[in-house]
């Protein structure tokens, strides 16, 4: 069993920065991809980014393409994701996921945690 834990979120003004954090149970780099995916009030949840188990595959989605960077570091069972010049348009609940083999926002998770809130409001 893997066991995901958020942090990070909290409010932040359109344009600001935000650095969403996922600490895992055990060791992610057991051919563990993360994925972060959000949840806004009223939709579909949607996935934001993933990353391989060696951090050397990314996968964004369009709308968050040259704005937040995912990254991890498997010596702290941890991935990162940066997210800058917010928009209200982000304000969602994110989580993070692990799934085993390749890092794709189109594949099914195994894992997940329980989220963590973003408002993006001025």
């Known amino acids: 069993q893997l066991q995901l834990v958020e942090s990070g979120g909290g409010l932040v003004q359109p344009g600001g920065s935000l650095r969403l954090s996922c600490a895992a149970s055990?060791?992610?780099?057991?051919?563990?991809?993360i994925g972060w995916f959000r949840r806004a009030p009223g939709k579909e949840r949607e996935g934001v980014s993933c990353?391989?188990?060696?951090?050397?595959?990314?996968d964004y989605a369009d709308s968050v393409k040259g704005r937040f960077t995912i990254s991890r570091d498997n010596a702290k069972n941890t991935v990162y994701l940066q997210m800058a010049s917010l928009k209200p348009e982000d304000t969602a609940v994110y989580f993070c996921?692990?799934?085993?083999?390749?890092?794709?926002?189109?594949?099914?998770?195994?894992?997940w945690g329980q989220g963590t809130q973003v408002t993006v409001s001025s």
């Open positions: 996921a692990a799934r085993f083999g390749i890092c794709s926002l189109n594949l099914g998770f195994h894992y």
């Open positions: 990353i391989s188990s060696s951090g050397t595959s990314t």
């Open positions: 055990r060791f992610t780099s057991d051919n563990f991809a």
